[in-house]
């Protein structure tokens, strides 16, 4: 693992030019940021369809091979991050078990569950950010062990409790802070923790914690990676601290990008309404001379079939600018070629979201190394479940 952590961490180091930067914000020029460096990678990207980017977008097999004419060494990548999928038999859930959880996230739960059963070490789990406590459940009802879950809001803990009592599950819900220093306590040495999709600064605290009481086995997934407290990303493993990379907020989204498409319906949404905030972004910067991005609240998304200039109007009025006399249609139009121009850079950053992901993922498993751990990545789902399944899981030697 640490050559492989140092393999990425050079590309990642080397390649900064085509991963580093926000799309969203890089396509306020028509100009392509690698022009100088790569004019026929510019040329082919300028040459893409909208359907042929849209294509590349949810195949990146293909996008790889394509862009590879110009960008060799970036086949790499996929070497380096394909990890193994766990085989799954599935589980035979007990009636209820599964009660109140949605499909997809149904999937996951159980594919996690069955991992962590797989793999168990201990004689009992502790649930970390537990909600209300599916994957314990899972786990109390398979194993006959009992599940701490912990979780902060008060509100989830008691919904949590009483389904639990209603199946009979022996499940104890524990509100709590998960920055706290108090919430070790809810630790001990007959555990194996589990999280699934652990956001940010909360999957490395279940890291501190498990390791400071040295509990016998973890197994999580981790997610949002810049939902952290820090401005920068705080490197754990000694290999990651030596690194030159210092990765901020914006930057942690990047592996977040990738997303399983909801449907046409959510396409279409995406696309318009990117469309109309490029578009006003443009026209406050040509026709008000506001040059500083205005980041616009969240809008409803029945709100975006009013159009873009009732869009442009509600905008203004959130950010209490006064609009002058525009041709909205011709800005609705620069924000859709702004929108193509955007997920035509996207494309050249988007090799690269898995590399970086197991770049973040790998500074963790070192660093559990480090601790005395012996720790195994794979995947335990397809990407069409969660593009977030990869799985850490970690135990004690």
Wanted: charged share 20%; hydrophobic share 35%.
């Amino acid at each position: 693992m640490l050559q492989l952590f140092q393999s990425l961490d050079r590309f990642l180091v080397d390649n900064q030019s085509l991963w580093r930067f926000e799309p969203f914000f890089a396509s306020r020029t028509n100009t392509l940021p690698w022009l100088t460096d790569n004019d026929p990678l510019c040329a082919w990207l300028d040459s893409l369809s909208p359907e042929q980017i849209e294509h590349f977008k949810v195949d990146n097999d293909t996008l790889v091979e394509a862009i590879s004419d110009y960008l060799p060494d970036i086949t790499q990548i996929a070497t380096w991050t394909k990890l193994p999928t766990l085989p799954t038999q599935g589980l035979q859930l007990s009636r209820g078990v599964d009660s109140g959880v949605p499909g997809r996230k149904l999937q996951q739960i159980v594919s996690m569950g069955e991992a962590a059963l797989n793999s168990h070490h201990g004689s009992e789990w502790l649930e970390w950010c537990s909600g209300k406590g599916f994957l314990g459940r899972i786990l109390a009802s398979q194993s006959g062990q009992l599940v701490t879950s912990f979780e902060y809001q008060q509100a989830l803990c008691e919904s949590g409790q009483r389904e639990a009592d209603k199946q009979g599950l022996t499940m104890k819900f524990v509100q709590g802070d998960a920055f706290s220093p108090d919430s070790v306590d809810a630790f001990n040495s007959n555990q194996h923790a589990v999280a699934l999709h652990a956001c940010g600064d909360l999957h490395v605290s279940l890291i501190h914690y498990g390791c400071q009481k040295q509990l016998p086995a973890l197994t999580f997934s981790p997610c949002c990676y810049h939902l952290i407290r820090a401005e920068t990303y705080q490197p754990m493993s000694d290999a990651a601290k030596q690194s030159n990379l210092a990765l901020n907020k914006s930057e942690l989204r990047i592996p977040l990008q990738e997303t399983v498409t909801g449907g046409e319906r959510v396409k279409r949404h995406r696309i318009e309404e990117m469309t109309f905030r490029l578009g006003f972004d443009l026209l406050l910067k040509e026709a008000k001379g506001i040059k500083q991005y205005q980041p616009i609240p969240s809008i409803k998304k029945s709100q975006l079939s009013e159009g873009f200039a009732a869009f442009c109007h509600w905008a203004s009025t959130q950010k209490g600018i006064e609009l002058p006399d525009v041709d909205y249609a011709e800005y609705e139009n620069k924000g859709r070629q702004r929108y193509w121009q955007m997920e035509r850079m996207s494309l050249v950053q988007q090799p690269f979201r898995r590399a970086l992901e197991l770049w973040l993922v790998l500074d963790k498993a070192l660093y559990l190394e480090q601790c005395g751990y012996k720790v195994v990545l794979s995947q335990f789902c397809s990407r069409e479940t969660t593009p977030r399944n990869i799985l850490v899981h970690a135990t004690r030697r």
